[in-house]
């Protein structure tokens, strides 16, 4: 879909989508919302709020394994919420084991042991209450919440479909697509026995020993996390590590992991799985891509896959509405006010092409949308420099371009970096210079910054700030200029001098 330049003209036109109805068409809802995620939320919340008559379907199949849960969408119950808390689990475990006894804390660290079931449950109870928050705040805001399944009859109708099969209909004015998307999984012998991260923070055993196929930011977070509880996590990646991501940082963040227990092995996909009839035990044959050479793996009592998701377009009917699919990807292309090829069907979050899979994304386009559509709002969505964290052990924060996207662009960069080692890390004499950050700034332009990478502790909350710094244009000189707060992690931000240029080491001596 085309997306031109955005004018005050076009951000106006865009909220006047023709009523293909008829002027004097009546419908039963000025907006009907598929999908009750992060992006369906927010829009139907707003549209609500500007005055609109506002339905919202949400329904979740559930995944081959069976697992299902309520509303919220991915982010709420499979993705960020219950993925940051077990991360947070795995990150108390290390700080007990490897620093606590240090500040003098009287802790052994042998007989520390993780409790599945109580994280699996206050985690699951946690998610609960916000599924019942969603439902209540859809509610107070007066958005017609139905647990129903959504297709569409035509471009202004669409069938409703209950759990227990029961069909109604109902048409709307207008109709916005945020049906976000659902793991992929395997597709080799043995495939029933793989879970996805659709299944692994409900799994109500412990899953133990753990295969986790995949190298992207799913793969490794949750690899990463059960590492941090003590299990032990295997990851199979069959090329680079956190791919779109800069190399150099996912190379630095999964060293890490390698040095703090979770293992790699590399260059290899799993071609068959078997399970073991007397213990349930799992063993997984692989295939090493280039060599073709092939070996067997296990025993596991858990293979993860993490190998990438699709879009949930296939099943809602979309070629009786008229909204055409990316060839491939079977995302939605949309132009930059979120319209689809059909005027009066909008599409945000996960399932638009060239988007963003990230929550923050989708929510920010949801409100932007109704505010657009129902106030004469201005506000846009950006698609770019926008901060994101890797929840691996050592969390990996980065907002603007990496070092491979900014020279491709650029031509010729400069990258001021450093290695580092938080105070906090002294006592216990953890890794030395494992935390590093670098700013990629283009030297003919001010030094402007164009790429901020963090490898540390909190990287999520020192990345949020600098995306503000990011937007507002900072220069390097504006970094220079800013006093540090000591003793942090982040003032080091403030005083970079190593250039990547210079060849010199970016590690650091002393404190
Ligand atoms: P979703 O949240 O997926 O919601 C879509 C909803 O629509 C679902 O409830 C679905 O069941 C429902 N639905 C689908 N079809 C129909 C239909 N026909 N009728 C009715 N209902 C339907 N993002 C971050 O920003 N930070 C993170 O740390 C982060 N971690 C993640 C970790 C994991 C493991 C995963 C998988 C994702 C993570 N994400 C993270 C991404 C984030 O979860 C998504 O970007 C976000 O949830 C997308 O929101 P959405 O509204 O597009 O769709
Ligand atoms: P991604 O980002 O699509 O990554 C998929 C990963 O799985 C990636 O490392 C792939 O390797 C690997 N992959 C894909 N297919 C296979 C097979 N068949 N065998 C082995 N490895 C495979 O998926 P994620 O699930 O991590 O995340 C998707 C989005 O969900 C993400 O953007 C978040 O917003 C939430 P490759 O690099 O292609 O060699």
Not at 21 to 42: E, P, T
Not at 194 to 210: H, K, N, Q
Not at 355 to 375: C, F
Request: charged share 20%; proline share 5%.
């Amino acid at each position: 879909m085309h997306r031109g330049p955005i004018t005050e003209a076009a951000i106006a036109a865009a909220a006047v989508d023709p009523d293909i109805g008829g002027a004097a068409a009546s419908y039963d809802w000025d907006l009907f919302v598929i999908g009750g995620g992060s992006g369906g939320l927010a829009c139907a919340k707003a549209a609500a709020e500007l005055g609109a008559r506002v339905a919202l379907a949400d329904f979740v199949k559930p995944s081959p394994q069976g697992t299902k849960w309520g509303l919220g969408g991915t982010c709420v119950n499979v993705g960020c919420i219950p993925k940051k808390l077990m991360h947070t689990a795995a990150l108390h475990g290390e700080a007990m084991k490897h620093m606590a006894p240090s500040f003098g804390w009287n802790v052994d660290p042998a007989t520390l042991k993780l409790d599945w079931e109580t994280l699996r449950s206050n985690v699951c109870d946690y998610i609960r209450s916000l599924n019942f928050g969603y439902s209540a705040s859809l509610r107070s805001k007066n958005v017609k919440y139905l647990n129903v399944y959504a297709r569409f009859q035509d471009p202004h109708t669409l069938e409703l479909e209950d759990k227990n099969g029961t069909k109604t209909v109902v048409t709307a004015r207008r109709v916005l697509l945020a049906t976000g998307g659902r793991p992929t999984t395997l597709d080799i012998p043995g495939r029933e026995h793989v879970i996805t991260s659709d299944d692994i923070f409900f799994l109500e055993r412990d899953p133990g020993r753990t295969l986790v196929v995949g190298a992207s930011y799913v793969a490794l977070e949750c690899a990463g996390f059960l590492t941090g509880i003590g299990r032990t996590a295997t990851v199979m990646m069959r090329s680079i590590p956190l791919r779109g991501f800069d190399a150099d940082m996912a190379n630095r963040a999964v060293d890490f992991m390698e040095q703090h227990g979770t293992a790699f092995v590399r260059g290899c996909v799993p071609v068959a799985i078997t399970k073991d009839a007397t213990d349930g035990t799992l063993r997984v044959e692989y295939e090493n891509v280039s060599t073709k050479e092939r070996g067997v793996l296990g025993p596991y009592d858990t293979v993860l896959a993490a190998v990438g998701r699709k879009p949930e377009t296939a099943a809602i009917h979309l070629d009786k509405s008229g909204v055409r699919l990316h060839p491939t990807s079977g995302k939605v292309p949309t132009d930059h006010f979120e319209r689809t090829n059909v005027p009066h069907i909008y599409a945000i979050g996960d399932i638009i092409e060239d988007g963003l899979e990230l929550t923050p994304v989708a929510i920010h386009a949801g409100r932007a949308l109704a505010d657009r559509l129902y106030a004469g709002g201005k506000t846009v969505t950006e698609y770019r420099s926008v901060p994101t964290t890797v929840f691996t052990p050592l969390e990996y924060g980065c907002v603007g371009l990496s070092e491979e996207a900014a020279t491709e662009k650029f031509g010729i960069i400069e990258v001021y970096h450093t290695n580092f080692k938080p105070l906090e890390w002294q006592l216990p004499h953890l890794d030395d210079n494992a935390c590093y950050m670098k700013l990629i700034v283009n030297p003919m332009d001010s030094e402007r910054i164009i790429g901020f990478h963090i490898l540390a502790p909190n990287a999520g909350e020192i990345t949020q700030a600098v995306a503000v710094a990011v937007r507002c244009r900072a220069t390097k000189a504006d970094f220079d200029a800013t006093i540090g707060i000591h003793p942090t992690i982040a003032e080091d931000m403030t005083t970079l001098k190593v250039t990547k240029s210079s060849g010199a080491s970016a590690e650091k001596a002393g404190c």
